[in-house]
């Protein structure tokens, strides 16, 4: 019942009906690639299945105590005690899970938005599955892309759709009709695809595009086809050059195939997305004909931090089985964990607060170098960088430990029933207190990210030697934490320095390599413009590495604008060498 549920809810956008949003018509799956909508919906019904297991095993237990308390409150009398008859466990009410269920499917969709927990679960997994991110992006690229307009294909396209191309248009239609040409291209291209039209520049497309979302959208690329004809009749009944009301027409045509324009794209970007098997994202859009003049802004790398996140994996499985093996008998006094259930929730904490703080030092690192603060004069990190990423991993870890360490603090609460020697001021301090120092390891292991990511990564050695030292830093941290907020044994101790010296190893060594290969991947797509701004400036950076980034961060200097933004500009090659030249000091051993 709730896997059904989630199937229908998932599909549901949680942005407003807004008229400016031209992707509204089309469906989540069309949005996204397949495998970003499978993570996004796995991640969406996990934590739905989270909440009805959790609720369900802890049972009805800590509701009935709120309740008393709520009704204690309302009639300003003492809270009674739990009589020791009064058993509200799980075992008493075996229907519990199916009024959870129910609670879930049926009462929690009506109740108002900001009650609502579903509303922002599902919107954290369209975040993660990139919606509507993805299909924004794409958009963006074909808006700014070069299109091979060759005169022999716009005339095939042109007799496709049974339409005169203009001739010789005055100078103020230059703009409309070459807009027009490339509305035409992109129609002919959709209408033969939706089985209305017979153009054959589309029998190379077919192998890079979801044809099953052009007979889908079929009635949109028929519409944009009546829009066209009407258009290409006002061109006809234009008033004079010399008339007033001549400027507002041709501003409406133009205002009408941009319009018409942004369906096509929507509709082409659906159809790269959803396209399964056939290469990379913008292999596809290349191949359709959309080549952009610079690559697309750079985003937290997540298919190379997945990768070593699920080896990490395997690292905190082996960690936690060879402790058990090895201390068995004394894990009751070594709090090591023992049965599945904690070991699964170990491994499931552990590996989604160090994903997440990676990604943030990344995204926060990726700033700090357009804003040219991360780089140091020696080309090192800056001490102020590692700072401010430490303490943003700090919080992001701090607030995940004490989500998903929740239903820990919930059944504890439902157990102090009569206890006078325990408060809940004092079981919630406790919950908390612990969470502050355990939240500096994934902090740590952001920095260590960043850090290593600065050094070389170009052979084994070089790779061991950064998984080396993020090995170190965060079994340290780790043993600290645990000094601090526990009575440790020897045995626990080392069963931290084996979980997460593994563990930091494994991202040190891999992570760097991983993204320095994904970004190499970006690099390729880079044009002539960018190799010339490159060779004109290769002595104020260190490395290619330094040069990207900087090359994809908004920079205040430039009015919030990327580098990549101001290149594609008139004359943007000559500012750009004159702003480096202004802004930044020459470095030894710099790039080649």
Same mark, same amino acid.
């Given at each position: 019942?709730?896997? &059904?549920?989630?199937?229908?809810?998932?599909?549901?956008?949680?942005?407003?009906?807004?008229?400016?949003?031209?992707?509204?018509? =089309?469906?989540?799956?069309?949005?996204?690639?397949?495998?970003?909508?499978?993570?996004?919906?796995?991640?969406?019904?996990?934590?739905?299945?989270?909440?009805?297991?959790?609720?369900?095993?802890?049972?009805?237990?800590?509701?009935?105590?709120?309740?008393?308390?709520?009704?204690?409150?309302?009639?300003?009398?003492?809270?009674?005690?739990?009589?020791?008859?009064?058993?509200?466990?799980?075992?008493?009410?075996?229907?519990?899970?199916?009024?959870?269920?129910?609670?879930?499917?049926?009462?929690?969709?009506?109740?108002?938005?900001?009650?609502?927990?579903?509303?922002?679960?599902?919107?954290?997994?369209?975040?993660?599955?990139?919606?509507?991110?993805?299909?924004?992006?794409?958009?963006?690229?074909?808006?700014?892309?070069?299109?091979?307009?060759?005169?022999?294909?716009?005339?095939?396209?042109?007799?496709?759709?049974?339409?005169?191309?203009? =001739?010789?248009?005055?100078?103020?239609?230059?703009?409309?009709?070459?807009?027009?040409?490339?509305?035409?291209?992109?129609?002919?291209?959709?209408?033969?695809?939706?089985?209305?039209?017979?153009?054959?520049?589309?029998?190379?497309?077919?192998?890079?595009?979801?044809?099953?979302?052009?007979?889908?959208?079929?009635?949109?690329?028929?519409?944009?086809?009546?829009?066209?004809?009407?258009?290409?009749?006002?061109?006809?009944?234009?008033?004079?050059?010399?008339?007033?009301?001549?400027?507002?027409?041709?501003?409406?045509?133009?205002?009408?195939?941009? &319009?018409?324009?942004?369906?096509?794209?929507?509709?082409?970007?659906?159809?790269?997305?959803?396209?399964?098997?056939?290469?990379?994202?913008?292999?596809?859009?290349?191949?359709?004909?959309?080549?952009?003049?610079?690559?697309?802004?750079?985003?937290?790398?997540?298919?190379?931090?997945?990768?070593?996140?699920?080896?990490?994996?395997?690292?905190?499985?082996?960690?936690?089985?060879?402790?058990?093996?090895?201390?068995?008998?004394?894990?009751?006094?070594?709090?090591?964990?023992?049965?599945?259930?904690?070991?699964?929730?170990?491994?499931?904490?552990?590996?989604?607060?160090?994903?997440?703080?990676?990604?943030?030092?990344?995204?926060?690192?990726?700033?700090?170098?357009?804003?040219?603060?991360?780089?140091?004069?020696?080309?090192?990190?800056?001490?102020?960088?590692?700072?401010?990423?430490?303490?943003?991993?700090?919080?992001?870890?701090?607030?995940?430990?004490?989500?998903?360490?929740?239903?820990?603090?919930?059944?504890?609460?439902?157990?102090?029933?009569?206890?006078?020697?325990?408060?809940?001021?004092?079981?919630?301090?406790?919950?908390?207190?612990?969470?502050?120092?355990?939240?500096?390891?994934?902090?740590?292991?952001?920095?260590?990210?960043?850090?290593?990511?600065?050094?070389?990564?170009?052979?084994?050695?070089?790779?061991?030697?950064?998984?080396?030292?993020?090995?170190?830093?965060?079994?340290?941290?780790?043993?600290?934490?645990?000094?601090?907020?526990?009575? =440790?044994?020897?045995?626990?101790?080392?069963?931290?320095? =084996?979980?997460?010296?593994?563990?930091?190893?494994?991202?040190?060594?891999?992570?760097?390599?991983?993204?320095?290969?994904?970004?190499?991947?970006?690099?390729?797509?880079?044009?002539?413009?960018?190799?010339?701004?490159?060779?004109?400036?290769?002595?104020?950076?260190?490395?290619?590495?330094?040069?990207?980034?900087?090359?994809?961060?908004?920079?205040?200097?430039?009015?919030?604008?990327?580098?990549?933004?101001?290149?594609?500009?008139?004359?943007?090659?000559?500012?750009?060498?004159?702003?480096?030249?202004?802004?930044?000091?020459?470095?030894?051993?710099?790039?080649?």
């Amino acid at each position: 019942m709730i896997h &059904k549920f989630c199937l229908d809810q998932f599909e549901k956008s949680i942005a407003g009906n807004d008229d400016n949003c031209p992707w509204k018509f =089309v469906v989540l799956r069309y949005q996204t690639t397949p495998s970003e909508y499978l993570t996004g919906y796995s991640i969406y019904f996990s934590l739905m299945m989270l909440i009805f297991l959790a609720t369900s095993i802890i049972g009805p237990g800590p509701f009935f105590q709120i309740l008393k308390a709520v009704t204690a409150a309302a009639t300003q009398s003492e809270m009674p005690t739990a009589s020791p008859a009064a058993d509200t466990s799980l075992q008493n009410y075996p229907t519990f899970p199916i009024l959870v269920a129910f609670y879930i499917v049926g009462l929690n969709p009506n109740l108002p938005k900001a009650l609502d927990f579903e509303i922002s679960i599902r919107g954290f997994a369209h975040r993660m599955a990139y919606i509507p991110k993805n299909i924004d992006r794409l958009l963006n690229y074909m808006r700014f892309s070069d299109m091979d307009l060759q005169p022999d294909k716009l005339a095939d396209a042109w007799n496709a759709i049974d339409l005169d191309r203009p =001739v010789s248009p005055a100078p103020d239609l230059k703009s409309a009709c070459a807009t027009f040409d490339r509305v035409v291209l992109l129609y002919a291209r959709a209408a033969t695809m939706a089985g209305d039209a017979d153009f054959d520049d589309t029998k190379d497309l077919a192998g890079n595009l979801d044809l099953e979302i052009f007979r889908k959208y079929r009635a949109e690329i028929q519409n944009v086809g009546t829009q066209l004809l009407a258009i290409h009749a006002r061109l006809s009944d234009l008033p004079a050059p010399e008339a007033l009301d001549r400027r507002r027409a041709v501003l409406t045509i133009q205002r009408d195939l941009i &319009k018409n324009l942004e369906w096509l794209y929507v509709i082409f970007a659906g159809a790269v997305s959803a396209a399964r098997g056939v290469g990379r994202t913008f292999d596809r859009l290349s191949a359709a004909g959309f080549v952009s003049p610079y690559p697309p802004a750079q985003r937290i790398p997540w298919d190379p931090i997945l990768k070593a996140t699920g080896a990490a994996a395997l690292v905190v499985v082996v960690a936690c089985l060879l402790a058990i093996n090895t201390f068995l008998g004394k894990t009751a006094q070594t709090q090591i964990p023992t049965t599945t259930a904690n070991m699964l929730q170990l491994l499931m904490v552990i590996l989604v607060v160090h994903m997440f703080a990676i990604g943030q030092s990344l995204a926060l690192r990726a700033k700090l170098v357009g804003r040219n603060a991360y780089y140091a004069e020696s080309g090192s990190g800056r001490a102020e960088a590692y700072v401010q990423i430490f303490a943003k991993c700090w919080i992001t870890s701090l607030l995940l430990n004490l989500v998903l360490y929740s239903p820990n603090l919930i059944a504890a609460l439902s157990t102090i029933d009569g206890d006078s020697k325990v408060t809940q001021a004092q079981l919630l301090w406790d919950y908390f207190s612990p969470q502050l120092a355990w939240a500096t390891v994934p902090a740590i292991c952001g920095v260590m990210t960043s850090y290593t990511l600065d050094r070389p990564a170009g052979t084994r050695l070089e790779q061991a030697f950064s998984g080396g030292l993020q090995a170190s830093a965060m079994a340290i941290a780790a043993i600290l934490a645990a000094e601090l907020t526990l009575k =440790v044994s020897i045995e626990y101790r080392e069963f931290l320095i =084996v979980l997460y010296g593994g563990l930091g190893f494994v991202l040190g060594a891999m992570l760097p390599k991983g993204i320095r290969r994904h970004w190499d991947a970006q690099e390729s797509y880079m044009p002539d413009k960018i190799t010339v701004l490159r060779n004109a400036v290769r002595q104020y950076f260190y490395d290619i590495q330094q040069f990207s980034e900087w090359l994809n961060a908004r920079s205040e200097r430039l009015d919030g604008k990327r580098p990549l933004d101001v290149l594609a500009e008139d004359n943007g090659l000559q500012q750009l060498t004159v702003f480096v030249s202004s802004t930044r000091q020459r470095v030894a051993g710099a790039m080649r």
